[in-house]
T-cell receptor, first 112, second 115 residues
Framework: DAMVIQNPRYQVTQFGKPVTLSCSQT?????MYWYQQKSSQAPKLLFH???????NEADTPDNFQSRRPNTSFCFLDIRSPGLGDAAMYLC???????????FGSGTRLTVV | AQTVTQSQPEMSVQEAETVTLSCTYD???????LFWYKQPPSRQMILVIR??????QNATENRFSVNFQKAAKSFSLKISDSQLGDTAMYFC????????????FGKGTLLTVNP
């Protein structure tokens, strides 16, 4: 299965200071996803890519943007992080031969 | 739209015993996929077991098995011989297919295995 690598594992940013989270996957799969997971809650889909076709969910705040410069890499940009954006951010891609996902280890974002 | 409901926010079980986690779902698709994911505290989310809706036979993976009732739209997870390492948040998830393979999660059940 594809490995999904997220960096960094922990990120601390200041209120209002732009921050970028990164994700890479090893099998060059055409779909990638970004989820936000707040404490003790289900993951919430922010964005997904099918090839270069970018889709954001209707309720994803404008404060969040995403870039996919090539098949392997995907970035999540938070333009002006607020305290409410503190969460675990999960990146995922499709599992080979399955409709399941392989997740990265996540980046835990703290906003101070 | 697809929805997933887990009605048990928390459960506990004694080590070596059996526990069943409940999940119901709704989708208008006839062909779809169901999953149980495990997320230990502060650790990576990993796939436990999956079920294709077109398969009548319930999926089994070692100590983990499911009870898939398609007509009732129910998909429960049974963990046999519970181990301390099974302590985690368990998420039920649904994928109705399509080109984007979007996964919808339930709110999760926090399972604690007690020694």
């Amino acid at each position: 299965d594809a490995m999904v690598i997220q960096n960094p594992r922990y990120q601390v940013t200041q209120f209002g200071k732009p921050v970028t989270l990164s994700c890479s996957q090893t099998l060059n799969h055409n779909v990638m996803y970004w989820y936000q997971q707040k404490s003790s809650q289900a993951p919430k889909l922010l964005f997904h890519y099918y090839d270069k076709d970018f889709n954001n969910e209707a309720d994803t705040p404008d404060n969040f943007q995403s870039r996919r410069p090539n098949t392997s890499f995907c970035f999540l940009d938070i333009r002006s992080p607020g305290l409410g954006d503190a969460a675990m951010y999960l990146c995922a891609t499709k599992m080979s031969g399955s409709y399941g996902y392989t997740f990265g280890s996540g980046t835990r974002l703290t906003v101070v | 739209a697809q929805t997933v409901t887990q009605s048990q926010p928390e459960m506990s079980v004694q080590e070596a015993e059996t526990v069943t986690l409940s999940c119901t779902y709704d989708t208008s698709e006839n062909n779809y996929y169901l999953f149980w994911y495990k997320q230990p505290p502060s650790r990576q989310m990993i796939l436990v077991i999956r079920q294709e809706a077109y398969k009548q036979q319930n999926a089994t993976e070692n100590r983990f098995s499911v009870n898939f009732q398609k007509a009732a739209k129910s998909f429960s997870l049974k963990i046999s011989d519970s181990q301390l390492g099974d302590t985690a948040m368990y998420f039920c998830a649904l994928n109705s297919g399509g080109s984007n393979y979007k996964l919808t999660f339930g709110k999760g059940t926090l399972l604690t295995v007690n020694p």
